[in-house]
Nanobody, 120 residues
Framework: QVQLVESGGGLGQAGGSLRLSCVAS????????MGWFRQAPGKEREFVAA????????TYDNSAKGRFTISRDNARNTVYLQMNSLKPEDTAVYYC?????????????WGQGTQVTVSS
């Protein structure tokens, strides 16, 4: 099993920045694709960004392109989401997730979620 612990959520201002972190347990962190998702009140969960185990393959939702950056540090078992140019519509609960790159096509492990609130 993989346990994910998030941090870095909180209050932000429109146009400002926040950096989310997600620390994973386990010995094979580099074999997992890591992703960030978010869910706003009354809306369905949506994909934000993902990064492959080696960091060579990165994907963003259109809402995140040019503003958000996903990265990882395998030596620290950590994935990051740097959020710049924040908008009020970025307000949501953000979830960190993990999936084995060659064993599963779905994300099997999820963090507890961290609230991000951007003032208008």
């Amino acid at each position: 099993q993989v346990q994910l612990v998030e941090s870095g959520g909180g209050l932000g201002q429109a146009g400002g920045s926040l950096r989310l972190s997600c620390v994973a347990s386990g010995r094979t962190f580099s074999s997992y694709t890591m992703g960030w998702f978010r869910q706003a009140p009354g809306k369905e969960r949506e994909f934000v960004a993902a990064i492959s185990g080696s960091g060579s393959n990165i994907t963003y939702d259109n809402s995140a392109k040019g503003r958000f950056t996903i990265s990882r540090d395998n030596a620290r078992n950590t994935v990051y989401l740097q959020m710049n140019s924040l908008k009020p519509e970025d307000t949501a609960v953000y979830y960190c997730a993990a999936r084995p790159e060659y064993q599963s096509s779905t994300y099997d492990y999820w963090g507890q979620g961290t609230q991000v609130t951007v003032s208008s």
